[in-house]
């Protein structure tokens, strides 16, 4: 499968705790976007990078969020001290900057997080 | 900021049904307009998108959708709906060209009776 991988798939931990997540990319995009889900809400935006710069961050990403993309390929988000409203489904996309006046992002199948 | 509605939450129809799922949003200039669907168990994929030109756009497996500017909206529509179709439909909008960052409404969940 070459589309967009993430993992882990489903992470269950204790607030307070650190969790990361890993997005794979399709190798050929220069784009990556983190998305968050919540039950009844549709993605919500949280950041992207071109290529291993990171342009946009929204205010929902607080100070206990980060996200890299350290070559420009995979990225990470790591979440610092859990607490239970992070609970979420977080969407990892990609895309061509060539392709993206299409708008077409290519999502991966997400990493749930459940913080108990 | 821009916003998109979705006001049907949770939809269910019988095979061969007509079908059509309302999105509005809330921008006054320049939008380019997509329907997203999320079939149980999988990924987020475009099911169609309106960038400019013929209002009315075609998407996969039969799915249609018109861009209606005066009323802001960019309604999904199908003539006859298989039990395959049920998933979850999210519209969504960019405005802000350059990053095209997606803002999605909160989604339509259809369920197909057989």
């Known amino acids: 499968d070459t589309g967009v991988s993430q993992d882990p798939r489903h992470k269950i931990t204790k607030r307070g705790q650190n969790v990361t997540f890993r997005c794979d990319p399709i190798s050929e995009h220069n784009r990556l976007y983190w998305y968050r889900q919540t039950l009844g809400q549709g993605p919500e935006f949280l950041t992207y990078?071109?290529?291993?710069?990171?342009?946009?961050k929204s205010r929902l990403l607080s100070d206990r969020f980060s996200a890299e993309r350290p070559k420009g390929s995979f990225s990470t988000l790591e979440i610092q001290r859990t607490e239970q409203g992070d609970s979420a489904m977080y969407l990892c996309?990609?895309?061509?900057?060539?392709?993206?006046?299409?708008?077409?992002?290519?999502f991966g199948e997400g990493s749930r997080l459940t913080v108990l | 900021a821009q916003s998109v509605s979705q006001h049907n939450h949770h939809v269910i129809l019988s095979e061969a049904a007509s079908l059509e799922l309302g999105c509005n949003y809330s921008y006054g200039g320049t939008v380019n307009l997509f329907w997203y669907v999320q079939y149980p168990g999988q990924h987020l994929q475009l099911l169609l998108k309106y960038f400019s030109g013929d209002p009315l756009v075609k998407g996969i497996k039969g799915f249609e959708a018109e861009f209606i500017k005066s009323k802001f909206s960019f309604n999904l529509r199908k003539p006859s709906v298989q039990w395959s179709d049920t998933a979850e439909y999210f519209c969504?909008?960019?405005?802000?060209?350059?990053?095209?960052?997606?803002?999605f409404g909160t989604g339509t969940r259809l369920t197909i009776i057989p």
């Open positions: 969504a909008v960019i405005t802000s060209f350059g990053n095209e960052k997606l803002t």
């Open positions: 996309a990609s895309s061509s900057a060539g392709q993206l006046n299409t708008g077409e992002l290519f």
């Open positions: 990078f071109q290529n291993e710069a990171q342009l946009e």
